[in-house]
């Protein structure tokens, strides 16, 4: 069963980090050579699947669409990423370790970022450079670096692909969302309170597009670099209309 499989392998994973020592410095290259290692026969979509709604297990954490949550441990996550079509925006994770595509063909494009300032800890600008690309097939294993070291976006090609993640458990750092040209961001720093505004512009928007108008133009006027990311990071992705002097009010207020 796919469970006694996932066992082994976490059991087999956790004794080669023993043997060094639980060097947190070499758990990317672990973590790369374990899963190069498994026998992935039947890790399969379905089982996965099955396995995530059997009745005797815990639900591990939170976790997106994609994510099937396998096994956590005290040192380690295993994860299995079931995509479809989306496609994942340049990123870097908080994470050491590695992941293996398993089925279907994953496009990455593989990036550098040049740092030019902060607002704050969430949000920094610079320049995003792609520096290659990388079509990663059945079978191949890539090493996860934390840090901008290693920034990546990724699409599947195909109609479903199925990958599996080994995640050292120490983070450091965020894990930075980065947006062409210039901007790279903590999305997870959308807490409550901007969470609150965008539900209002929502509303307004629903109700009465003047009234809308009106709380957005406030917002530009009041709002700090961070929130007006997330308003207009909202308003484009729902299409909600934008004033046309956005522009130039934005550079008359940050320059």
């Avoid at 672990?30 to 996965?48: I, Q, V």
């Avoid at 295993?78 to 089925?103: E, K, M, N, V, Y």
């Avoid at 983070?171 to 210039?182: K, V």
């Amino acid at each position: 069963m796919i469970s006694e499989e996932i066992h082994e392998f976490v059991t087999l994973v956790d004794r080669r980090w023993r043997q060094a020592e639980y060097d947190e410095r070499r758990f990317a290259a672990l973590a790369g050579e374990c899963l190069a290692e498994l026998d992935a026969t039947g890790w399969s979509t379905p089982a996965l699947l099955a396995h995530q709604l059997d009745p005797d297990r815990e639900p591990y954490f939170r976790q997106t669409p994609e994510l099937i949550p396998l096994y956590r441990g005290p040192r380690f996550d295993l994860c299995a990423h079931l995509w479809g079509d989306t496609i994942a925006i340049a990123h870097q994770h908080a994470w050491a370790g590695a992941f293996r595509i398993l089925s279907g063909r994953s496009l990455n494009c593989y990036y550098d970022f040049n740092e030019h300032g902060r607002s704050n800890a969430d949000l920094g600008w610079g320049r995003l450079t792609r520096e290659r690309v990388a079509m990663h097939r059945a079978g191949d294993v890539v090493e996860v670096t934390p840090g901008p070291g290693f920034i990546h976006g990724l699409a599947y090609v195909d109609p479903r692909g199925l990958a599996l993640s080994l995640r050292r458990k120490r983070r450091e750092g965020a894990g930075l969302s980065y947006f062409r040209p210039s901007l790279v961001v903590d999305e997870l720093a959308c807490g409550e309170a901007t969470q609150a505004r965008l539900r209002a512009l929502e509303l307004a928007h629903e109700i009465d597009e003047g009234l809308y108008a009106q709380l957005l133009s406030r917002l530009l006027e009041t709002g700090d670099r961070l929130t007006l990311f997330f308003v207009l990071r909202r308003a484009t992705t729902q299409g909600w209309p934008l004033p046309p002097d956005l522009e130039a009010r934005g550079c008359e207020r940050f320059g």
